[in-house]
């Protein structure tokens, strides 16, 4: 680590030069290469326009929770309680996994105990490779966007690709 | 290390599709749904011989059969996507994201010229490419640096 002040080479990982007392943390930021990595790291996830959350009642059947997927044409629905607070998603691959092939009577089911609880979130104010780095790990095409525990929006996986995709068009 | 650049060099195979999971057009949803659970993917190919016919999806299931209230023991022929968008292992990765975008497709079934599936390349397969294509410290900052937890680490 060559230090900006006086060129002294110092061991990597120095937090102050020790020729000039110079502080070199700053220095192990990592630094944009490109407008892709400079958006990813500085703009933030209100960028994207989350969408309007759909959400409903753990307690709603599974038959109304499929009704509002096809009437919003979605995949997947934020669960929240009486108060309004995310408590967890139900998406079309909890059906595939948890519901069907069950016995009649699924429908009059609870969505609750099929839901997958505490889902991964961001704020509107994350950066976008934060959002980008939960979906990559989770493997998930959807994150909520909370504000204090409550739902505000959602974002999805093909609104990164988007914005992504335009930008490395008008390089 | 150009993104815009690489996206148009770089093809459809070098972000290696899943080996094509598959069904018949005659075997019945419920066949379908225990290879995708066993798979733990959101779709499958339907195949007549070696030529790919169709897809069968998560909201397939969800909006053809479950929401409109038909039995599992139906073919998948009945309620499958006929003839899906497709990409092939030649093609850059840019003509896939744009093909995705375009029809809003999580899912792409990968061919060769003679309408045989390779693979499928899930929108996942994207998300990691273009992370991989970043050092990760460019990921691992927190969104806020000056935070500090509320609890000591371990309490």
């Given at each position: 680590?060559?230090?900006?002040?006086?060129?002294?080479?110092?061991?990597?990982?120095?937090?102050?030069?020790?020729?000039?007392?110079?502080?070199?943390?700053?220095?192990?930021?990592?630094?944009?290469?490109?407008?892709?990595?400079?958006?990813?790291?500085?703009?933030?996830?209100?960028?994207?326009?989350?969408?309007?959350?759909?959400?409903?009642?753990?307690?709603?059947?599974?038959?109304?929770?499929?009704?509002?997927?096809?009437?919003?044409?979605?995949?997947?629905?934020?669960?929240?309680?009486?108060?309004?607070?995310?408590?967890?998603?139900?998406?079309?691959?909890?059906?595939?996994?948890?519901?069907?092939?069950?016995?009649?009577?699924?429908?009059?089911?609870?969505?609750?105990?099929?839901?997958?609880?505490?889902?991964?979130?961001?704020?509107?104010?994350?950066?976008?490779?934060?959002?980008?780095?939960?979906?990559?790990?989770?493997g998930y095409r959807h994150l909520p966007v909370v504000r204090e525990g409550k739902p505000e929006?959602?974002?999805?996986?093909?609104?990164?690709?988007?914005?992504?995709?335009?930008?490395?068009?008008?390089? | 290390?150009?993104?815009?650049?690489?996206?148009?060099?770089?093809?459809?195979?070098?972000?290696?599709?899943?080996?094509?999971?598959?069904?018949?057009?005659?075997?019945?949803?419920?066949?379908?749904?225990?290879?995708?659970?066993?798979?733990?993917?959101?779709?499958?190919?339907?195949?007549?011989?070696?030529?790919?016919?169709?897809?069968?999806?998560?909201?397939?299931?969800?909006?053809?059969?479950?929401?409109?209230?038909?039995?599992?023991?139906?073919p998948v022929a009945e309620c499958m996507t006929p003839d899906p968008v497709t990409v092939h292992?030649?093609?850059?990765?840019?003509?896939?994201?744009?093909?995705?975008?375009?029809?809003?497709?999580?899912?792409?079934?990968?061919?060769?010229?003679?309408?045989?599936?390779?693979?499928?390349?899930?929108?996942?397969?994207?998300?990691?490419?273009?992370?991989?294509?970043?050092?990760?410290t460019v990921y691992n900052l927190p969104p806020d640096p000056t935070a500090v937890p509320k609890?000591?680490?371990?309490?």
């Amino acid at each position: 680590m060559i230090c900006p002040n006086c060129g002294y080479d110092n061991l990597p990982g120095s937090e102050e030069c020790s020729s000039c007392q110079q502080d070199l943390t700053q220095l192990d930021r990592p630094t944009a290469n490109n407008r892709v990595e400079q958006s990813l790291m500085e703009d933030r996830v209100g960028l994207l326009e989350p969408r309007k959350p759909i959400t409903v009642k753990a307690d709603a059947t599974i038959r109304e929770a499929i009704q509002t997927m096809m009437s919003h044409s979605v995949g997947s629905l934020l669960v929240v309680d009486d108060d309004g607070r995310l408590i967890g998603v139900f998406t079309e691959r909890d059906i595939l996994t948890k519901i069907a092939g069950r016995p009649e009577g699924w429908m009059d089911l609870p969505v609750g105990p099929f839901m997958t609880p505490k889902p991964e979130c961001v704020t509107s104010n994350d950066t976008l490779a934060f959002a980008l780095h939960k979906m990559d790990i989770g493997g998930y095409r959807h994150l909520p966007v909370v504000r204090e525990g409550k739902p505000e929006g959602v974002i999805s996986v093909r609104d990164m690709l988007r914005h992504i995709t335009q930008l490395c068009r008008e390089i | 290390m150009d993104l815009a650049k690489n996206l148009r060099i770089d093809s459809v195979s070098r972000l290696q599709p899943s080996g094509p999971l598959q069904v018949r057009p005659d075997q019945t949803v419920d066949e379908a749904i225990e290879l995708m659970r066993r798979d733990q993917v959101g779709c499958i190919l339907v195949c007549q011989g070696d030529c790919l016919v169709g897809i069968f999806t998560e909201r397939d299931l969800v909006l053809r059969v479950l929401a409109v209230g038909k039995p599992l023991t139906i073919p998948v022929a009945e309620c499958m996507t006929p003839d899906p968008v497709t990409v092939h292992p030649k093609d850059p990765i840019t003509v896939a994201v744009a093909r995705m975008e375009e029809g809003g497709y999580r899912h792409l079934p990968v061919v060769n010229e003679a309408g045989r599936p390779l693979g499928v390349l899930s929108v996942k397969k994207i998300v990691h490419y273009l992370v991989e294509h970043f050092p990760t410290t460019v990921y691992n900052l927190p969104p806020d640096p000056t935070a500090v937890p509320k609890a000591p680490e371990g309490a």
